[in-house]
């Protein structure tokens, strides 16, 4: 049974409802832990050496705050290691590669 639970595009792309925003710093959300699922994502996709080589860059919220996303770097230039979070079971609901590279063919360095 594997540890994460990789979504293919059609899941991703469903936990979105617009308006997608930034949370704000001060902004009152429900915690969902992630470090473990993130840690074992790191050894299921060798993303990363170590937790700290993974730099969290921005966290989102969706339009009905059903789903959070949480884009992490792990040093690849474009590239994010998203995990979303289930907010209403207050769960980690999965994770997608985004790769801006190849999606939307991005190639400034990060």
Do not use: S, W
């Not at 925003?21 to 060798?46: H, K, S, T």
């Not at 969706?62 to 907010?87: M, Q």
């Amino acid at each position: 049974m594997p540890n994460t639970t990789q979504l293919t595009e059609e899941q991703y792309i469903a936990t979105f409802v617009e308006p997608m925003r930034r949370i704000d710093e001060d902004e009152y959300v429900e915690i969902v832990p992630l470090a473990g699922y993130v840690e074992n994502c790191i050894i299921d996709f060798d993303l990363a050496d170590i937790m700290k080589d993974l730099q969290l860059q921005d966290v989102y919220i969706n339009g009905d705050r059903t789903f959070g996303h949480a884009l992490l770097y792990y040093g690849k230039p474009n590239c994010y290691l998203v995990v979303i979070t289930d907010y209403t079971h207050l769960r980690v609901y999965g994770h997608h590669l985004l790769d801006l590279n190849e999606k939307y063919g991005a190639t400034a360095a990060r």
